[in-house]
Every structure is written in C-alpha cells, then in structure tokens.
C-alpha cells in the first residue's frame, strides 16, 4: 500500500479535527477566537502527533490566508523577509507557520519582533518544548500560547475506525489496541506504524505479529524534551511526597528509561529528603546524599539500582516540611524588615553573661531573641515526635 496515510487523513476543517477538546470544543477560547478571525500570534506547544500542524493549516484554510510552511532548523531570514515584502500592500497577510520555533536563536527571534509588532503576518509557531523555556520574553509578550495535550486513546480510536471503514482494512481488537496503546497519544505515529503494516499484510488484514515486529516497544517518551524532563520528574516527585512507591518506581524508570542523567535524579531526591521528609526521618537524607555519591561513580545500568533503592525508601518514609516551611518563614520576616541585633551575650567572642548549656545538663533558661519569634511548628511525624520530647520538656521547664 503506497498511500500516505497521515496526509491522505488529515482533517481539512475544525469539525474533522480529532482531539484538544480544551481548544477546540463549541465555546472555547481558540475555537472563538478562529471562527472570528480574532487569531492573534499565537504558538502552539505540546507533544509530537498532536495535531499542531494540522490546525495551523486549517486555520489558514478557513481564515482564506496565504499559507507559508517553514521550519526553524533551515528558517533564512531572508526568506521570511521575501514573504512579509511581496504581501507588504496586499489587504490579507500569510499565515507564516513555523515549525519546531523553540530551535531559533535569539537573534533570529529579535529579527522577527517587528515584522510581528507590524502584524506584516499572522505568526504561528509549533513545539514540543515549553515555550516558557525556549522562546525569549518579548517573543512570549507577542504572542498567544496554546497547550496541546496528547491525544486520548479515544481520539486515536477514531481516527483508526475512520480509517478501517473507508480503506476497508480488518483490524481485530488485539491489533487496535496496540496500534494505539503503543503510540502513546501520537497521531502520526500511530497512522505510520499502520501504513507500514499494510505495505507487508495480505487482504488488508491486520496481524499483531506484524505490528510487534515493525514496533517492538512502546513510543514512551523518556525525558527529552524539555516538557517532558520537567514532567516526569515532576510526577516522580509528587508520588514521593504522597507515599505511593509503584508510581514514584514508574515516573523513576520512564526517567531512565528516557536517558535522564542518574546524577540528575539523585539531586532531586536529596532535595526532596531535606524538603518533604526532614526530621520525620533524618536518616533520609544521608541515604539521599549516599545515592548521590554512588550513582556519580557508578552509573547506568547499575545506578538504576541505587535510585530505586532510595526511591522506595524516601517514598515509605513519613513526610514532613516543616523545616522547610521555618526557613521560609525566618527568611520572610528578615525580608519584610525584621532585624534584630545580636544580644550582648551571644556576640563573639564570648562575653561575660553567656551561660554554656552543657555545664546545666544540656539546657539552661537564658534568651537568644531580643523579642520572641516564632518560625517553626512540628508536624509531629515519625522522628519528630522525639525531639518534641526534648522541646517539650524545655518548654515546661521555663514555665
């Protein structure tokens, strides 16, 4: 079969577009602002496969724009220069699409500002990283940005069954959920995987054999771009936090998976062992700063090893942030003014009127604020239900 199935199938008009309902659907903000020509520059930002693209040619399409296609890895600024001249009078201005934005320079991205501030064309760019991260202020401050999401298994669904029907191609049920389990919300992937299956199948007939061969593992998405790198360890870290050690182990190992750095993971675990853990189990953080250690000399493919050991334990400690949460709050306060100046006593070299602690049996009643303040609050979990022994005995003993 020689068609090419993701362009023979990509949808001409917002009603055949597939997926973005957050964009698209009847009263969303996107949707309103290209039915009444109210498009502003805009970038559209989101995984591979997602209909970025596409969109960006209907809305061409349906605004009756002249559509120019580019791609930032060969972008001229000549060429772009060729484009803005030739439609310099002419009442409808392009539609100039740039693909994969996030690869140009900031120079290139300086060039382009005033042919945006004159509106000399409608700009629309498409990424797969955040354009946060990748694009300069004054290109953002220009601009509109749009988030596309993967596309759910229903969309691709969809898009199979339109497929199947017209092209009169048999799928069974094992073979429709690999075509789109294993594509992983990637629209063309999915659309290419099947093109190549019908290229080597007899009567258009659909073998799970054929497509485990052509694709042995899923498309998952390691951590390469840098959306996802903070994603995923963004999930790696919040399922920590939460106590669930199956999902912080599968976060950790599409991190692996992916090529993430090991030195990169164990620091976050070092931060997390001091932000979220604490006192709750000091011993946390020492086993955090000893993955750091081994993991630097070791690497992969033992280090995954002594990441999911210390991923299990940091994820089946008890949780507390309240160190983390007094620092802050001593910081605020030193930030809104509050400086208190060293009592005489504390001041060095000693001076006369400080009282050693360990002479008393390790605590003497004596002051270190000029005025008391109050920072840090104890959640009371695990190892801290020791010390607030301590601090309580303190307490009622200076009552």
């Known amino acids: 079969m020689s068609k090419n199935l993701a362009l023979l199938y990509r949808p001409e008009s917002l009603e055949d577009f597939i997926g973005q309902d957050h964009l698209l659907s009847k009263g969303a903000a996107l949707r309103g602002l290209i039915e009444k020509d109210a498009l502003q520059h805009s970038f559209f930002y989101g995984p591979p496969g997602s209909g970025k693209t596409t969109l960006a040619r209907i809305i061409a399409r349906k605004l009756s724009r002249p559509f120019y296609e580019l791609n930032a890895t060969s972008l001229k600024i000549e060429e772009l220069r060729s484009i803005f001249k030739q439609y310099s009078s002419a009442l409808v201005k392009p539609l100039v699409f740039i693909d994969e934005i996030h690869r140009l320079s900031k120079t290139q991205q300086e060039v382009l500002l005033p042919f945006m501030e004159r509106y000399d064309a409608l700009i629309v760019g498409a990424s797969t990283e955040n354009p946060y991260f990748s694009l300069t202020a004054a290109m953002r401050s220009r601009s509109m940005l749009f988030e596309f999401k993967s596309l759910s298994p229903d969309d691709l669904r969809t898009m199979l069954h339109r497929i199947a029907e017209r092209e009169k191609v048999r799928i069974d049920v094992q073979s429709e959920t690999y075509l789109v389990d294993s ?11 099947l093109e190549a299956a019908l290229s080597i199948s007899e009567n258009k007939n659909i073998d799970i ?26 999930a790696m870290i919040k399922s920590m936090r939460g106590s669930d050690v199956d999902a912080t182990l599968y976060w950790m190992a599409r991190l692996v998976a992916g090529g993430e750095p090991p030195e990169f993971i164990a620091r976050r675990m070092v931060i997390f062992a001091s932000e979220d853990i ?74 006369h009127g400080y009282l050693y602690p360990h002479d008393f049996g390790g605590w003497v009643d004596q002051d270190y604020l000029d005025e008391p303040m109050k920072f840090y609050e104890s959640k009371g979990m695990g190892f801290e239900k020791k010390l607030n022994e301590w601090l309580e005995k303190i307490r009622k003993r200076r009552e």
């Open 183 to 193: 594509s992983c919300g990637d629209m063309r992937a999915m659309l290419n995987l």
């Open 209 to 234: 054999k054929i497509l485990k061969s052509l694709r042995p593992d899923s498309l998952h998405d390691g951590s390469a771009s840098t959306d996802t790198h903070y994603n995923l360890i963004s």
């Open 278 to 351: 604490g006192n709750a189990n000091p011993n946390a953080l020492g086993i955090a700063v000893d993955t750091m250690t081994a993991v630097s000399r070791i690497g992969y493919p033992e280090a995954r090893i002594i990441l999911s050991q210390c991923a299990v334990y940091l994820a089946s400690s008890p949780k507390s942030n309240a160190a983390y949460k007094a620092v802050d709050k001593a910081l605020k306060s030193i930030k809104n003014g509050v400086l208190q100046p060293v009592p005489r006593h504390l001041q060095s070299p000693n001076h």
